[in-house]
């Protein structure tokens, strides 16, 4: 298959934690920037994390700032986004995408999009 493929999506209590993967492969594999955005259902998709993939530093969202943080193993050409602390305001389909435009998690920049995976935050 080509593209992005991510996994590690569930149903967690409020503290709890869970950590997305993300594989990529073809063209995905090739984009300069990789990155998690979010969406709920009637809301934009909402920029989460993103980190380029020459090594260069990594950038979150403010309201994730501290909670989550976002890596990639190039050998394995996946990300991950490990998420601690959460909230049941983090609760949306996570969705994995690549892309080559400048940085700041803008989603129009990103061209190769996975299917999303939901994560459900109880209270």
């Known amino acids: 298959t080509q593209g992005l493929v991510e996994s590690g999506g569930g149903s967690v209590q409020a503290g709890g934690s869970l950590r997305l993967s993300c594989v990529a492969s073809?063209?995905?594999?090739?984009?300069?920037?990789m990155a998690w955005f979010r969406q709920t259902p009637g809301k934009e998709r909402e920029g989460v994390a993103e980190?380029?993939?020459?090594?260069?530093?990594?950038y979150h969202h403010h309201s994730v700032k501290g909670r989550f943080t976002i890596l990639r193993d190039g050998a394995k050409n996946t990300v991950y986004l490990q998420m601690n602390r959460l909230k049941p305001e983090d609760s949306a389909t996570y969705y994995c995408?690549?892309?080559?435009?400048?940085?700041?998690?803008?989603?129009?920049?990103?061209?190769?999009w996975g299917q999303g995976t939901q994560v459900t935050v109880s209270s």
């Open positions: 995408a690549a892309g080559d435009g400048p940085r700041g998690l803008m989603a129009q920049f990103y061209r190769d």
């Open positions: 980190i380029p993939t020459d090594g260069g530093a990594s």
């Open positions: 073809g063209r995905a594999s090739r984009r300069a920037c």
